[in-house]
């Protein structure tokens, strides 16, 4: 048992140790407070990055289910749960997802590297009916983006 634990620890050290200063994850909460407290998503993505100029495209989004290409307004059964999954090949420093019916704009960043796989799912809540917005801070400064617009059957906050 001691044998495993000190196995697991060792190879634990050796692979942050080998994870580049450049790699590691930038505390937004920290850097860029106003970004969690917009009340708008055109706010919280100005805040965030400094523009809100946005190319929609090389961003895939899929909300409850439902592809943002697809052209069918999703619908989520509940708020309380939303599966978003999202992904991009674009080479970026960071992915921000963004909500519109909420008080609050922000939902998540991440920062991402060149040795990143970014493709993710989550699950979010929303109270209402709104649009979720995933932007991608590419390594060229601009910023792509992918919306999608649903339908809550029933509200993520007490509804």
Not at 127 to 149: C, F, H, N, R, S
Request: hydrophobic residues 40%.
């Amino acid at each position: 048992m001691e044998r495993r634990k000190f196995l697991s620890m060792t190879l634990g050290a050796l692979a942050l140790a080998a994870v580049p200063a450049s790699v590691r994850a930038e505390d937004f909460r920290k850097t860029k407070p106003t970004v969690w407290t917009a009340h708008t998503v055109e706010d919280g993505i100005k805040n965030l990055y400094g523009s809100t100029t946005l190319i929609e495209s090389g961003v895939k989004l899929k909300a409850a289910g439902e592809s943002f290409d697809s052209g069918k307004k999703a619908v989520a059964s509940s708020g309380g749960a939303i599966p978003v999954d999202f992904s991009t090949e674009i080479p970026a420093k960071s992915i921000a997802v963004f909500q519109d019916a909420n008080p609050e704009s922000a939902v998540c960043v991440y920062t991402v590297s060149k040795y990143s796989v970014n493709d993710y799912s989550i699950k979010i809540k929303m109270g209402k009916p709104g649009t979720i917005t995933v932007v991608v801070e590419g390594l060229d400064g601009k910023l792509y983006a992918a919306k999608q617009t649903l339908d809550v059957a029933l509200g993520g906050c007490e509804g």
